[in-house]
Structures are given as C-alpha cells and as structure tokens.
C-alpha cells in the first residue's frame, strides 16, 4: 500500500485544488453552496466550513473540512459535482486524484492494524465469500487471489451503498457472521467504533439485523467449471479468439470473465493448457472437481477439445477429456433466445432424473440419419411430439457448412446430444452409447470413464473412446447475454 508523506499530499492537493477551479459549478459562490447543501444531504450531517474571501481559498477549505470531518465526504464531493457537470473532464481528473491520495483511506492506520490482527488466521475462502457479499457486482472485477491488506485496501476505495454504508463494514459485518466465538465480539466492536465515528450505527446495527448476515454454510464439496468460447475471426477463418469464464462460486452459478487471446488453433491449444494450469493452482486448487465446457460455434462443433493436451510443454500425450470432464456447448443456441424455453424445459426434466436409477428409454432417440431435407423433417417432427426426450443420438457429425441434425436438435431444444466424429466404428460407437443411455445423469462422468479405456488401448487414438464428442448443454449455466453480439459501439471523440 503507497504511504504518502507531506510532501506527497501537498503536491496532490494542489492538482485537486487546480481540477477543482476549472469545473464551472464551483466558479459561481451559489452554486459552490448548492454543491454543500446536497453533499450535506447525501452525507445526513452537514459540515463546517468557513466561508473564506476567494474561491481558490474556499475550495481548500472545503477540500479540507472533507477529509477532517467525514471519511466518505471527499468522494461523495466529487459524486456531487459529476451530478451538476456530467461528463466533464476536469470532474474526472479530480476523481482520479482523490482516489490516489492514500491519506483519504476510509479509516486511521491504528485501526487498520488492529483489523489486520483479527483477520490473521482466518480461512481464505471465508474472506473470500465476505468481500463477494460485501462487494456485490464489482467483486467480478477484482482479482482471484488477494493478502488481506489489499482486500481491505479495495473495500476502502469503494463507493458505498445509497444509505451510505461503506462496503468495509459489511465486509466485516458478514466476517464476523462466520464466527461464534470471541474474534465475532471482536470484529462487531471494531465494526461499531467506526460506524460511530461515520454517524452509521443505527445502520450497520440494522444491517447486522438482517436475514442476509447471517453464518452462511458453504458447501464442502465445491465443483469448479472453467467455461471456453472459441469464435473464428470474421476476416480471417485461420485466426480464433478465446474467451474464458471461470466458476468456483459454492452458492451460485457467477463466473467470471478472464482476457481474451487470439491466435490460430494450435496457439488456442496452448492457452487452453495455460487456463487448465492456473485453474488447479489457483481460482480452482480447492476445488473437488474441475468441468471444462467449451462454447463452440457450428463450424468448430466437432473440434476433438476432449483430446487436446492439458500440458503446454508435455511430453507424454494426456488428453483433457480423461482427466477432466470435458463437454461442448452450442454458441448459437445461446445467442437465439427463440430457442430457449424448450431448451429450459427439456433441462428441467434431465434434472429430475435420479442418479443411480435406469433412465427411461423415451428420454433418448436415436437419428435414422440423413442430411437431406426430407430426414431432417422427419427428425423435427418426432422430436415436436417427443416432449420427453432430453437426449439425442446422432447419426454424423456435424459439419462445418451443413450441420444437419444437430441443428434441429438444438433449435427443439434437446440439451444432450452425442456423435461420432469419425466415420468408422459405428457400431462400436452405438454399443457403447446404449451402456451409458442407462444413467443418463452420469453420462459426462461415464464418457471420461471410456476415454481412459480409450487411452489404455492397443491403438488408442483409434478407438471409439478417443472420438466420440458430448454436448451438454445446461441453460442454467449462461457465461454471455442471449442474442447475437453487438456492433462495436463507435468512439465518441473526446
């Protein structure tokens, strides 16, 4: 964390002050008073400020009377003044400078210090899911793994909520709810001096009151899902982006979004080693087990991902799909919302199915095969009476510029679909495909099951185990809002 000394402070002062001067509503003396009488109104107690001779005077009065008498009062100043000059410049300076002046920390060093004490020891993964509550949707903008000191850094620098709780005190607030012991008293004490010092206590006292802060109970077993979209490159068919999600959340589906990377398929390969490897050494390291799902575009459907090297610099060949659950999911389904509601309802009945027990064979269809418009017809019209199916057998793999069944079967909303990506062993294949139609919900477990007999075979990129793709697709699992992208939005000129 910067410590700034006099000097430091000084010179930023100055650059607030020099921002501050050019902003129109501060020129005007009623206006600079209608700029106090909101802040007093957003802060619910008002300041006391000398009303000094010149505006530049005045407005270091004010700067100062800011970070005496309130914590929060220098930001809201500046939440004030973007309210009454929206869009100018010399506002967004300003901002930037207060928030780089480490001197207007929410709370004093000694009592950062004593929090610091208290947190010691205490589970990652319970700062973890408190700064998650604490944070709310910025939280999916911060990075996976954070010391303590920079948590509280980051919760210090939040804007707080609209009654004016920072979001430091419902970090603690919901920290302290994990615990029944003294650390508890401890936290909700150093919690209650610095509600008092902010004039909050009735409200951090009432929010202690509520359902939400209350011990949560994470899961023991936390499934991690690391969630790929390949997209080909409108210009040019060589070039992919990928773009990633990770999920490690043990109370809800909220992944979040890593960088994207572009390059041709054999340097997505490598990325995709690169994400696997920080996944078990990172974000995903506790995790029980880690799924890999990629989002996929027609045209790439029956790319083998299952068989791509987990290792960037490897050695020995070790597929993804036999050391972790592998599956595909479709990129236009997602972006066709038209096709969305029986996709949700065939999901809800694969959910239903109890693991363990023999599916029911309606469940499945099989393809009579065909990609002529006549089979395809016939296709969409059993699967228009066939409500209860969730799970289709392919007869051939999709194909970049035809994809035939596949089609059909995602626009009907079927979310489970398997298919040979070679055009031998077919019967092998469906041998194997009715051993696992039995325990429908074990399937992706099953399929990397067979995978590794695959992979212990006399030839193993030969068997069937080595070329079968499984798309399963759950539309309880979005990563991206439905719809086809968007068009770049055009730069507006500053």
């Known amino acids: 964390m910067t410590t700034w000394n006099g000097a430091d402070y000084s010179s930023s002062l100055t650059v607030l002050i020099g921002c501050l001067e050019q902003i129109p509503c501060l020129r005007d003396p009623n206006s600079r008073r209608l700029c106090l009488d909101l802040l ?4 619910g107690v008002e300041l006391v400020i000398d009303e000094l001779p010149t505006m530049r005077t005045h407005l270091i009065g004010i700067v100062q009377a800011c970070r005496r008498q309130h914590p929060r009062a220098l930001y809201i100043f500046i939440d004030v003044i973007e309210q009454m000059e929206p869009g100018s410049l010399p506002v967004r300076r300003a ?3 207060v928030e780089n002046m480490a001197v207007l920390e929410l709370v004093p060093e000694h009592d950062r210090r004593e929090l610091l004490a208290l947190l010691e020891g205490c589970p990652g993964e319970r700062i973890h899911e408190s700064m998650r509550l604490a944070a709310g949707p910025t939280f999916d903008l911060m ?8 948590v509280l850094a980051v919760l210090e620098r939040m804007n707080a909520r609209p009654d004016g709780v920072p979001p430091l005190l419902l970090f603690v ?4 709810a994990y615990f029944n012991d003294q650390r508890a008293e401890l936290l909700r004490q150093w919690n209650d001096r610095q509600a008092e010092w902010m004039g909050l206590t009735d409200k951090v006292r009432a929010e202690r009151l509520r359902e939400e802060v209350t011990r949560p109970t994470a899961p023991k077993d936390v499934d991690a899902c690391l969630v790929i979209r390949i997209e080909p490159d409108l210009l040019d068919p060589d070039i992919f982006t990928a773009t990633h999600w990770r999920q490690s959340d043990p109370y809800e589906w909220r992944p979040r979004r890593g960088e994207s990377t572009s390059g041709d398929l054999a340097a997505i390969r490598l990325h995709v080693a690169e994400l696997v490897t920080q996944a078990e050494v990172s974000w995903g390291k506790d ?3 880690i799924q890999i799902e990629f989002l996929l575009p027609f045209s790439l459907l029956s790319v083998p991902v299952d068989q791509w090297d987990l290792e960037k610099e490897g050695t020995l060949p070790r597929p993804l799909g036999l050391h972790y659950q592998v599956v595909v999911r479709s990129l236009e389904r997602a972006r ?18 109890s693991a363990g027990k023999p599916t029911p064979e309606e469940y499945w269809m099989w393809s009579s095969g065909g990609t002529k418009t ?8 059993k699967l228009a009476i066939s409500k209860e199916v969730v799970s289709l057998v392919l007869r051939s793999a999709p194909k970049e510029n035809d994809p035939g069944e596949i089609t059909v079967g995602l626009r009907t909303g079927v979310p489970v679909m398997l298919w040979l990506r070679a055009d031998s062993n077919r019967s092998a294949f469906e041998q194997e495909v009715k051993a696992m139609s039995e325990a429908l919900p074990e399937l992706v477990e099953n399929l990397r099951k067979l995978r590794s007999r695959a992979r212990q075979a006399a030839r193993p990129d030969g068997h069937v185990g080595s070329r079968i793709s499984l798309l399963w697709d759950d539309p309880d699992r979005p990563v991206e809002p439905a719809g086809p992208p968007a068009a770049p939005a055009e730069e507006v000129p500053a």
Do not use: G, I
């Open 40 to 43: 007093a109104s957003r802060l």
């Open 95 to 97: 901002r930037t400078v």
């Open 143 to 150: 990075p996976d793994e954070q010391r303590p000191a920079d």
């Open 173 to 176: 607030e919901y920290l302290a």
């Open 287 to 289: 995790a029980r087990t």
């Open 336 to 353: 066709s919302p038209q096709w969305h509601r029986e996709w949700r309802r065939r999901w809800s009945l694969l959910k239903q199915l």
């Open 374 to 381: 006549r089979h395809l017809t016939v296709l969409d019209a």
